[in-house]
């Protein structure tokens, strides 16, 4: 289940194509949307025109505003109802991803100790790290305060519901997170957490809750379904999004996450039509970004018809950040984050180039969803965090040899994050978007 090693050096150009994943969705709805606007405009204000722009265009506030235009078309309906689970709104329309990370005593939410079910690739506290301080860092957004994450209070709101986790070791770090925030609400003896495969559910007995975890790391069937397997040529199969979409059905709060297995050692992914059982297989190499397109917009279209907006939310995780060269933040030229104790304070910091490609096709095809699926933005807030990545600070799953103990930053981890930490603030943004959107 480690995800790819080889480090692959980033060539993804800006202009990097898309057109794969555009074919055939320019859609008679966009056409309508496009007709929309244009009537709008010369009827109304400037300023009018570009609220609706903002209520189709922006990913993760769009849902639930307007009163003025719903009325207007059906496509507008949905803008103001009310999300499910949320509670109030977000303070002065607050964006929680801008902000600053600050140093908290209180820190961290849990103690390591206290959470029986990080695993052992996770727990740095357990695997000898001698500092603490990456546990002790807040993030602070700039126009308001995040809300405290209350267990209770999510609990009380999964009774009789699931909550599932769907994507890659990243996204299962996160979903870690998660049930560590989240089981001091359950009493000792009502919960239990179990694995299946690559699979885990988190069972609350006396909510009737689960909180679960699903391994798909590229979304769509790909060769990397069954983790156990080396794969150095990934192959996704085109419109195979119900292969695992079918284990999602039913479930109430889906939370997205996928990058590591797109972006390490690979610039082109293969898809394949056809079936991976074929004899001769039917494929075609594209750009990552493009490929990955394919998967989220498969996704975005299960949703669309699997879910529904009235009851159910929907997540998606932005790319966890890696800290694998140090060049890239001015560091020794051969180092990585092993040893690095401090944050990134570039503001403009983003590190990996080719998580930029990535980022803008998912803005691409989410501007274009007719579910609302609340984009967790963690990226570049992620990336100043060097510090926080469990480096050496882990089960090693081979022994290791005298030479790589003589040289740690050849074994370091700078992919996944130690717990408490990093992946912790991910869920306080995902509560603070469940409850007060
Ligand atoms: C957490 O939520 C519960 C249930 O809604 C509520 O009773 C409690 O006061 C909340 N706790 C805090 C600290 O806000
Ligand atoms: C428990 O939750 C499931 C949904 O996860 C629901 O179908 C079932 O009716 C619930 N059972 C009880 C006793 O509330
Ligand atoms: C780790 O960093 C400290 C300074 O931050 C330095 O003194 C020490 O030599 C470094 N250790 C290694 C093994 O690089
Ligand atoms: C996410 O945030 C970054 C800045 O950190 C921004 O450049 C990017 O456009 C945002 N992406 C989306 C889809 O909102």
Redesign the pocket.
């Known amino acids: 289940m480690k995800p790819p090693l080889s480090s692959s050096p980033c060539s993804a150009s800006a202009s990097a194509s898309t057109t794969l994943f555009r074919k055939g969705r320019l859609s008679p709805y966009l056409f309508t949307l496009l007709a929309f606007i244009l009537f709008i405009t010369i009827l109304q204000s400037e300023d009018f025109t570009s609220y609706i722009f903002h209520a189709e265009f922006t990913t993760d506030r769009s849902f639930h505003r307007d009163q003025t235009i719903s009325s207007s078309t059906s496509k507008f309906e949905k803008v103001e109802e009310k999300l499910a689970f949320a509670i109030g709104e977000s303070e002065n329309n607050c964006d929680i991803f801008h902000g600053l990370w600050v140093q908290d005593e209180s820190w961290p939410i849990y103690e390591e100790w206290e959470c029986p079910y990080i695993q052992p690739q996770l727990a740095c506290q357990a695997y000898g790290r001698p500092d603490k301080g990456y546990q002790q860092w807040r993030w602070q957004p700039y126009g308001c305060s995040l809300p405290?994450f209350?267990a209770?209070?999510f609990m009380?709101s999964l009774r009789g519901k699931r909550m599932m986790f769907v994507g890659d070791s990243l996204n299962r770090g996160q979903y870690i997170s998660m049930v560590c925030l989240l089981h001091r609400a359950v009493s000792e003896n009502a919960k239990s957490l179990k694995n299946s495969g690559p699979n885990m559910v988190f069972t609350a007995k006396d909510y009737n809750a689960t909180v679960e975890f699903y391994w798909a790391p590229l979304l769509l069937e790909s060769n990397a379904d069954h983790p156990k397997k080396k794969i150095t040529d990934r192959i996704i199969r085109k419109g195979s999004i119900d292969v695992h979409g079918k284990h999602w059905k039913g479930v109430d709060i889906l939370v997205f996450g996928c990058y590591v297995w797109w972006a390490r050692g690979v610039e082109y992914i293969n898809i394949l039509r056809g079936t991976f059982e074929d004899e001769v297989k039917d494929v075609v190499k594209v750009r990552t970004e493009e490929a990955y397109g394919l998967a989220i917009e498969g996704m975005m279209e299960w949703c669309e018809k699997n879910m529904d907006p009235k009851k159910t939310r929907v997540f998606f995780t932005s790319m966890s950040p890696f800290h694998q060269k140090s060049s890239e933040w001015g560091g020794l030229p051969d180092g990585n984050c092993y040893n690095e104790t401090t944050l990134i304070d570039d503001p403009t910091y983003w590190g990996y180039e080719c998580s930029k490609p990535i980022m803008r096709v998912i803005s691409e095809v989410f501007s274009r969803s007719q579910f609302p699926i609340i984009f967790l933005n963690v990226t570049q807030l992620s990336g100043y965090r060097k510090d926080a990545h469990s480096s050496v600070y882990k089960k090693q799953w081979v022994p290791l040899t005298p030479e790589k103990i003589a040289n740690p930053m050849s074994y370091a981890d700078c992919v996944h994050w130690c717990l408490p930490g990093v992946p912790d603030t991910w869920n306080e943004f995902l509560f603070s978007k469940l409850f007060y959107p």
Do not use: K, S, W
Request: hydrophobic share 20%; glycine share 0%; aromatic share 0%.
């Open positions: 405290r209350n209770t209070l009380e």
